[in-house]
């Protein structure tokens, strides 16, 4: 089982600082389990830039932000926790279109994206890889 979003959240936060590696953050988003809202039959998603994103969060109070900021004084939200490394290994190339994880979107510094690229998602979906992403819908 991977660790609790803590650690991946203070990765996050070095890294808006300018501090920090970008390679340990990665790592520490596949450790991590995340929680991702269901919507509709499947996980949440937003498009954006041509990119469709898996919305995750770190811990709870990130997910409630973000429930609130889309329906103010809405119910608890249904979430899967999953594994970072599962969302990029097998959710993201089950999508058939490029796709990327967006952290806590709802916190005050914004989202941190991990977007489709080669060594974050597998090389056969990455953009610029050459194949496009081939499957259904998370």
Not at 8 to 31: F, H, K, N, P, T
Not at 55 to 72: G, I, K, M, Q, V
Request: glycine share 18%; aromatic share 6%; net charge negative.
């Amino acid at each position: 089982m991977g660790q609790s979003g803590t650690a991946l959240a203070e990765q996050i936060a070095r890294r808006r600082a300018g501090v920090g590696d970008a390679r340990a953050l990665v790592g520490e988003m596949r450790r991590t389990v995340l929680l991702v809202p269901l919507a509709g039959g499947g996980l949440w998603t937003a498009h954006s830039g041509g990119v469709r994103w898996i919305c995750a969060f770190t811990d709870e109070a990130a997910l409630a932000r973000f429930a609130e900021s889309r329906a103010p004084g809405g119910g608890p939200v249904e979430y899967a926790a999953l594994l970072g490394a599962r969302l990029v290994d097998e959710i993201v190339p089950s999508l058939g279109e490029p796709a990327g994880v967006a952290v806590d979107i709802a916190t005050e510094g914004g989202a941190m994206f991990f977007p489709p690229v080669s060594g974050i998602v597998p090389d056969a979906v990455a953009v610029g890889a050459g194949r496009g992403a081939e499957g259904g819908r998370a």
